[in-house]
């Protein structure tokens, strides 16, 4: 995952090269006139005569230039620093042993007979070693702070849920009785041991009785009336635990941002301001043209590295030093003032004393071996004590209920074993039946309705000769009726049908009040039976025509009544399938609901930091007076002595390669110039706490954590990445670093407030 780091490398191989006036390659390409075909040669401890095959007439000088060359192009090619990540501190000391190596075995004058070759070479090699050791640095800094992320992200949810605080208190509960049964035991056994040495002393007293005496009151004092509120006492673990990571991470913050500030700078737009010539290099400085540039390159970077190799044994001595501070509560609160004092302090560089060659493999190889080491063990000490507790610890309930709940599980599943075959086949037929009659034959019945091929699923419930058949005789039996009793002629029958067509058989209707007026006759020998019968008919017709614009009704709403019915069951299936695919995108990590909220805590984090270190607008006045506010600190003669005091201790190698004259000096600085000074100096400057940008660092590393679970559809992925490199860079100013902020919440969705 691409940092700030990986930019960082590829700024200083850019400025390597362009300080050389080479390309990428031309410091590992062999320009000796008897050394071809030998940049892949490996080095040789103790080159040997008579061990190696060598042209007789070849001059016993030139080899050894030859053999010197040939070693520090293989010592340069082992530190590559082209492809943008950094080589492992490991190789840079095998790179180092075998330049010391070198070193002795041809001495200064050997080095002095390869001319400006050799020079260039070894101050390319030690260039590139001081930048592997330094990235290295802020690698492992930068790193570490993640775990210890994690580590607070933890305590803070049991922090904020009750429950999660319970299911803690469950975790721990062994440990807790037997912490507390222990004490108890130990305490007894110190009380006892008193009691009987008090016994002793006094003559004839029975030591039974005394302790039968003095045993109760001891476990009333001591074990029951403590005033202890148990949920507080864990309220404040937590919150404890939480503070002292926070911390940690804070501190940690602190030396990854002056690092990242004031560590290793060979950007050649600094050459002519940042060039100081020391003896070192006073016989480059003699050359002209091109090799007076090459000595001017190698003056400055001398210069640069030497100032590195100052800031990275300040800042470890000063946190080896400093680690003791974070272990007693009390102690925490007036330290971490002075630690970020000390290491605000430790970020100029003035005046630092250049270190010749011999010098700086020693303090590199240092670095490596004991001083990074040593803070990384010491910086893992501090937060293991506060870390979450262990995996068994936490899994145990868990593992606990799993057992009995598989065991008795499996037991269960043994003995019904025909119950479950048979549950399973059911609900195997019963979703089988569900897709086949609710889903898939509603379906083509509504393709079927479209299509007008739906003779069978149609919703009419008679046809339309039943009807006619059924009007048909009525009118016949009507007709009948007025031939029979009226002797209508063929006019008067036409109009009768017409009528009848109509829904009119008032003919009928009267013939049946007539009869009603004698119902008994009528009945017998008269027409009613026949009127009742037709009026029957009239019903059934009436009904048929009824149900027939039913029928009309029924079939044009027929495909919203198909609808209707397969609705639900496809609305219960998507909502299956959705949950089912939700679900599949939160365990396959693609699913941004998480991400989005961690990113807006974490953006929200960054937004403040930079909003706290924001001192000052955007507009032409304000920048205009900062500007001179800072010409005037410049001058300050309080600034001044500052510099001097703390630059006036050259680095000296010793036989421990520490800087304690250092830490002494610093020790000794006016009481009027404290960090919150120098930070407001900073301020004004442009620039943030080194804190600010540490943890500024911080956050962005933890952001692009998340951005790595983005997907890179339409370059999602890389905008993210391409906003984040913009505030992370220090030399942008705070509120360009803000409005970065602010267009990240504007441009991207799922950083919304929404979401």
Known sequence: MATFITDKVLHINNDLVQLFHLDTQALLEDQHPHANNSTTSTLKTTPRPSSSKKDTSANPAEQADHALLTGLRDAVGLLDLRSGAVPPM????????KVEVLAKSFGSGSKEGGGDEAANLEHLFLAKATATVYLNLLDIILNATL??????????????????????????????????????????????????ATSQESEGANHILQLIKYFPTFLNNHLISQPVSFPLAIH???????????????????????????????????????ITPSESSSSMVRASGASNDIAQAQAFVQEQISKTVCLMERVLDKASKDTHHFTNHQQQKVSSKKVTRSLTMLGNLQGVSNLNNDEMLAHLKNLITVQIPRYVEETEGQARQFQRPSWLTRIWISALIGYFGLKYGIQYISEHRADLDEMLEEAW???????????????????????HSDDQGSLQMLGNESLQSDIASLERMVLAFGRDNYNLGLDELEALSKAVHNGDISVIMRAYENELKTPLKGAVAGHLVQTLLIQIQKTKVDVEVAMAALDKLLKANELNFAFLAVGP???????????????????????????SIQMRNSLRQVERLLNLASTDGDSHAKATERSKAVKKISQDSEYDDLLSITSSPA??????????????????????????????????????????????????????TFAARLTRNEGLRDKVLEDLREIEESSLTVHQRLRTTKRMYRTYGFLGLNN
């Open 651 to 704: 680095m000296t190698p010793s036989s421990d390669l520490t800087t304690e004259p250092l830490t002494n000096s610093l020790s000794a600085l006016p009481s009027t110039m404290t960090s919150e000074k120098l930070d407001r100096i900073r301020a004004k400057n442009g620039k943030v706490p080194y804190k600010t940008q540490g943890l500024i660092l911080c956050e962005v590393h933890l952001l692009r």
């Open 429 to 451: 037929d019963t979703a089988k039946r569900f897709v086949t009659d609710w889903v898939w034959e509603p379906s083509v019945r509504i393709m079927n309705i479209i299509r």
């Open 236 to 274: 404040y673990e937590i919150s404890h635990h939480r503070k002292q990571l926070q911390r940690i991470r804070e501190y940690q913050a602190e030396c990854l941002g002056l690092l990242a500030e004031q560590g290793l700078n060979l950007d050649p737009e600094h050459l002519e301001d940042s």
């Open 90 to 97: 490991e190789r840079a000391l095998l790179a180092i042993q």
């Open 147 to 196: 775990p210890l992320a994690t580590e607070m992200e933890y305590w803070q949810s049991l922090q904020d849920s009750s429950s999660w605080r319970i299911l803690y208190i469950l975790q721990t509960s062994p440990y807790r009785l037997f912490s507390l049964t222990r004490s108890v035991a130990l305490t007894t056994k110190e009380h006892i041991d008193s009691l009987i």
């Open 569 to 595: 069951s496809l609305l219960l299936l998507w909502a299956v399938s959705a949950q089912a695919k939700s679900s599949w995108q939160r365990i396959a990590g693609k699913n941004l609901g998480i991400v």
